[in-house]
């Protein structure tokens, strides 16, 4: 069974650019989270999607947006881009999200702002 | 929203030791609570899980010790190997929000 996938990798993109990630979740999972992982703020919420409806929302202000597609795959987007955002972005996918469902996590893009 | 603290930041212990890393939280509502391992260039994965209604659970080398009165939970594990060495994150989930909070990780360090 094919695990939680990431594109890209690693991305560098320059201040002010707009950016794309996209995360493809396990088969039959439909809910889908991101994170943005730093050295100083350690893993933080953005946003969950699941049936292609944004549930929850982090504190993050609205440069960063996602969306989900009809087969569960998402996206999310950062515009204006700032040195700040420089960061890990993971996403995790479950079967269902409850308080008592694991979160399975793809390897992340990393990307550099500069 | 929920705080967490997660302690130590870093633990170093050698092969054959056990490592205690442990967990706190404020939400009263929290239910459930992960552990998760972070290998190198790795996203999280979940090593071990607890429910409110139990107290403690073990996996083989690994436990997990929940204390919900005095709202913190433990990951223990036994006979440490280097390639237990990663970073390990708490992440107790609260009923009302659905959203784990994750603590900020404990590196730990086996040598060999």
């Known amino acids: 069974k094919a695990g939680v996938t990431q594109t890209p990798r690693y991305l560098i993109k320059t201040r002010g650019q707009q950016v794309t990630l996209s995360c493809s979740p396990i088969?039959?999972?439909?809910?889908v989270s991101w994170y943005q992982q730093t050295p100083g703020q350690g893993l933080q919420f953005l946003f969950e999607?699941?049936?292609?409806?944004?549930?929850n929302k982090g504190n993050f202000p609205g440069r960063f947006s996602g969306r989900q597609f009809s087969n569960s795959r998402s996206e999310m987007n950062v515009s204006t881009l700032e040195l700040g955002d420089s960061a890990l972005y993971l996403c995790a996918s479950s079967l269902v999200w409850t308080e008592n469902t694991e979160a399975f996590f793809g390897q992340g893009t990393r990307l550099t702002v500069v | 929203g929920e705080n967490v603290e997660q302690h130590p930041s870093t633990l170093s212990v050698q092969e054959g030791d056990s490592a205690v890393i442990k967990c706190t939280y404020s939400?009263?509502?929290?239910?459930?609570f992960p552990w998760y391992k972070q290998e190198l260039g790795k996203g999280p994965q979940l090593i071990i899980d607890i429910r409110s209604n139990v107290g403690e659970k073990k996996d083989q080398r690994i436990a997990v010790t929940l204390n919900k009165t005095a709202k913190h939970f433990s990951l223990h594990i036994t006979e440490t190997q280097p390639e237990d060495s990663a970073v390990y994150f708490c992440a107790p989930t609260s009923g009302g929000s659905y959203i784990p909070t994750f603590g900020r990780g404990t590196s730990l360090i086996v040598h060999p």
């Open positions: 939400d009263s509502a929290s239910n459930y």
């Open positions: 088969s039959g999972h439909r809910s």
């Open positions: 999607y699941f049936s292609e409806t944004q549930r």
